[in-house]
């Protein structure tokens, strides 16, 4: 990293920490990507990715049989391009779910929603060979039992990190935990209930204490968490879970809005059905982030006013929300005027026009796979990775079982399939999130490589 | 024994016993507290408490005392003479008992199936969860005077607590240890339980007997009674019960027949015959086509029929469920399942051996219809023509058999440490 390079990542630093930085200068104009989707706290690649690193399930029964770190090499100037150049292997199956880089992107934290172990990779020493740094073993026992650990979320110097249920009733009332980049704990934030809202307003009927994702607005030193549901219902049988009517009842309603600063939760609204992934706009002049309801099949949008009072409001229906199609992974463009969103059930992934928030239309359908889970789009919003599993235990059973990553490249108009790894064949276990790695982060270049690529903040 | 062998007697476990009925939770931090009464309304509005209720209403109490002086309503606990209850035991067996390191990946422990504040059963699911989500067959009962039953689990295949202990311990689809060697290996490696054993039978460490008694008397240690009708029965308290709950206490013993299987006796009452029936509701489950769409929640208020075929992509196949029989081998035994108690009925839903009912009057409803008609039906089960009000006054009867010492119970629980995996390991 040259000189100038570094005092632009100090500069955001700083200017993240103060919590008033105008993140969307950062970004690219017209980019779209999984990048823009990460914490603007991140450094970040704004040129070809050379790797994606795939944190995968282990399947009983296939290959070794336990949860891995799946490197593929990406860059299409490399020998190996669109191949398995490094899988890592870590014991167990864990039920291997999201993952987040520190703020520094020297290292990959990749959570166990089962087993709570959070798993630090190295990913800056070889960038195409991550090795395992150290594992958080305690995560429940020190952050007063929380169980779950869902998004790993960089934020200056440290790690955030969403629960999903806890080690009294595996329900879904839960906490955010806050670690230092080196792994080390510094505070557990229970999500707010009735009996203790900790200070939030609660807005409308529900105050569930559950939780999901997390995004930060630091402009308006704001974060944003959503809600899904505890141990019991994440880990089960999906179709059995679907005919358990009191299962059912155990989905997170809500969403908070907290002070970024304080880690006080502020306002507690009603977005019922499960919202899950967050996304946040990235204009100087925007203030709301996004969400989608996997139950109700509802896109909503989680916005500040005029007058700087927080709001929610439900702005599209995705797909026929009678065919219970879940949307699941979504990614935002840095422009804000796109937002792509994965449903579930149908393999599909579909393009929302967003430039007006309040009125988002569809404009692109395309079927992935007998299943699809997660996307992710490069920098310049060129390349789409698709991956397949939602949890060990919803993803679709038999032949629709498909696991892969696949790589589309999008003309502003199109998809096309470049390539495809079949996670089944290769005996690696179910692909679940991704994130890309570079030489160029680190001031690297791949062996034999002629030019090198470029981050920045 | 092997896995397998283990596997398959215990399949569908953590079960003791059969059917309950309803939970009708008391809002005072000693129930479930992500409370979703009226979540099937538009108006339904959270009433959750924080995790932090538990700390704040621990309070550890002597539970001893109840092996020398049941509650009111109950006889003597029956104590095996190769495992009497001490303190000693009693304290170790509480510990296990919470402790998540017990299972193969340290994420399950017996509380987290008998959930204390839940009516040490789980009122959020039908079926139990397993390790790694895996599916077990049936609901997981309240271990409320689990100490009374000579039929443990609900097909009643286990006959001690101290063998009972062992099957969930090595299950694979519940706690999933590899085998009895490796459950003693980590208790006898865990610094938190140095010298427990020992002080707890005399002098023996961690063994296939001592963890299995030591589990027992904390579970035979969990009776309940003292309820309203106890008052009222056994205690010579004339208002003691409700006038409701007396006119369902004579249909419970005449018009409605149900005293004939829970039992009632003259000085105590375990309200069980500790024996095996059909009622129809295993052979619904396992006979009846698959309906073409079921009826899902989405959120509250918001129901979708979703398409039977549409289910059956996100589901494992079924594993079946014929009861009793499973064990016997018996033809006659297809889909019998132990009698519950009814004690602390108000506080351990759903109900029935696979949690298919949900609340008291549902349960009331369905035996007031004759259970579901089939060729080994439980002649006992037949139409009973309840009105509504009698349907009524039966749960209001239901209602009143919860024991007076619920809050010490859970507060007791809440007391007790939970054992998570600790220590970070550098790479």
């Not at chain 2, 007790?416 to 790479?427: L, T, Y």
């Amino acid at each position: 990293m040259n000189s100038s390079k570094l005092r632009n990542r100090f500069l955001a630093a700083a200017l993240g920490a103060a919590g008033v930085c105008t993140v969307a200068g950062l970004a690219a104009p017209g980019a779209v990507a999984d990048e823009t989707c990460q914490s603007p706290y991140m450094a970040k690649i704004v040129g070809q990715e050379d790797f994606v690193y795939v944190w995968t399930l282990g399947i009983e029964g296939l290959g070794d049989g336990q949860d891995k770190l799946v490197t593929v090499d990406t860059n299409p100037k490399s020998k190996t391009y669109g191949k398995v150049v490094a899988t890592l292997s870590v014991g167990g199956r864990n039920e291997a779910h999201h993952s987040g880089l520190t703020d520094d992107r020297q290292y990959l934290w990749a959570g166990g929603l089962d087993t709570n172990k959070i798993f630090i990779f190295d990913v800056h020493t070889d960038p195409a060979k991550p090795t395992l740094h150290k594992v958080i073993e305690d995560f429940t026992a020190k952050s007063g039992g929380v169980v779950g650990p869902h998004t790993t979320y960089a934020l200056p110097g440290r790690m955030m990190v969403t629960g999903l249920s806890n080690n009294q009733d595996h329900g879904g009332r839960t906490a955010l935990v806050e670690y230092t980049n080196a792994g080390d704990y510094v505070a557990t934030y229970w999500m707010p209930t009735d009996d203790n809202l900790r200070g939030a307003k609660k807005t409308g009927k529900y105050a569930d204490g559950y939780g999901y994702d997390i995004r930060a607005l630091p402009r308006l030193n704001a974060m944003v968490t959503s809600s899904f549901t505890g141990w019991s219902n994440y880990m089960m049988d999906f179709g059995k879970m679907l005919s358990d009517p009191e299962a059912m009842k155990r989905f997170g309603n809500t969403v908070t809005v907290w002070n970024l600063h304080t880690r006080q939760p502020q306002e507690v609204f009603d977005v019922p059905g499960a919202p899950l992934e967050i996304r946040c706009a990235w204009q100087p002049n925007h203030n709301y982030c996004f969400t989608t309801t996997a139950l109700t099949s509802k896109l909503w949008l989680v916005y500040q006013d005029d007058n700087g009072k927080w709001g929610t409001k439900a702005v599209a229906d995705i797909g026929d929300p009678a065919k219970i199609p879940l949307p699941v992974d979504i990614s935002i463009s840095s422009d804000d005027n796109h937002l792509w969103v994965n449903t579930f059930m149908d393999g599909t992934t579909r393009l929302f026009d967003i430039s007006d928030p309040f009125a988002p239309k569809q404009v692109l359908e395309q079927r992935i796979g007998a299943q699809v889970n997660m996307v992710s789009s490069s920098w310049d919003g060129k390349r789409l990775y698709y991956t397949t599993s939602l949890l060990n235990n919803w993803d679709k059973k038999g032949k629709d079982n498909e696991q892969f990553l696949k790589l589309y490249h999008w003309d502003g108009k199109q998809l096309s399939k470049q390539f495809e790894i079949d996670f089944l064949k290769e005996k690696l276990g179910r692909a679940h999130q991704m994130r890309f790695g570079a030489y160029s982060l680190y001031a690297k270049q791949a062996p034999g490589a002629g030019e090198t690529e470029i981050a920045q903040r | 024994m092997s896995r397998r062998a283990i596997t398959a007697l215990s399949a569908g476990c953590l079960l003791l016993c059969a059917a309950h009925l309803r939970a009708s939770p008391a809002g005072d931090g000693y129930s479930g507290g992500d409370y979703r009464e009226g979540y099937e309304g538009h108006d339904y509005v959270t009433r959750s408490l924080s995790l932090d209720t538990r700390t704040q209403r621990a309070r550890a109490s002597d539970l001893w005392p109840v092996f020398q002086a049941p509650p009111l309503g109950l006889p003597p606990i029956p104590v095996p003479a190769d495992n009497p209850a001490t303190p000693a035991a009693l304290a170790l067996g509480r510990k296990l008992f919470f402790d998540r390191r017990l299972s193969l990946n340290g994420t399950l422990s017996c509380a987290m199936c008998h959930v204390p504040e839940q009516g040490f059963a789980n009122n959020e699911l039908a079926l139990a969860v397993g390790l790694e989500g895996r599916i077990v067959r049936r609901n997981a009962p309240t271990l409320y005077n689990v100490g009374y039953f000579r039929h443990l689990f609900h097909d009643g295949r286990e006959t001690r607590l101290e063998q009972q202990a062992w099957l969930p311990l090595l299950a694979h689809n519940e706690m999933a240890n590899p085998s009895v060697g490796e459950v003693i290996r980590k208790l006898s490696d865990l610094a938190d339980y140095r010298g427990l054993f020992a002080q707890a039978f005399g002098g023996r460490g961690p063994d296939m007997e001592t963890i299995g008694a030591a589990l027992a008397t904390y579970t035979r240690a969990l009776v309940s009674g003292g309820s309203a009708f106890d008052r009222w029965r056994y205690g010579g308290d004339s208002q003691a019960l409700n006038a409701a709950a007396r006119r369902g206490y004579e249909l419970f013993r005449g018009k409605g027949g149900c005293a004939s299987c829970h039992r009632v006796g003259r000085s105590s009452a375990l309200f069980t015959d500790d024996g095996f029936h059909n009622t129809g509701v295993g052979w619904y489950a396992a006979m009846t086509p698959a309906r073409r769409a079921i009826r899902v929640q989405l959120a509250p208020g918001v129901f979708r029929m979703v398409n039977s075929d549409i289910i059956a992509k996100v589901s494992a196949p079924s594993e079946g469920d014929v009861g009793r029989y499973e064990v016997t081998l018996d033809p006659a035994d297809r889909w019998k399942y132990k009698t519950p108690s009814l004690r602390n009925i108000a506080l351990t839903a759903p109900y029935m051996h696979n949690g298919s009912l949900q609340t008291l009057a549902e349960v009331v409803r369905f035996y007031n219809q004759g259970g579901y008609a089939n060729p080994g039906l439980d002649p006992r089960i037949r139409p009973l023509n309840l009105s509504a009000p009698e349907m009524q006054d039966l749960v209001a009867f239901l209602q009143a058999l919860t024991g007076d010492n619920v809050e010490t119970l859970v507060a007791d629980a809440f007391a007790a440490p939970i054992g998570d995996p600790e220590a970070d390991s550098a790479r």
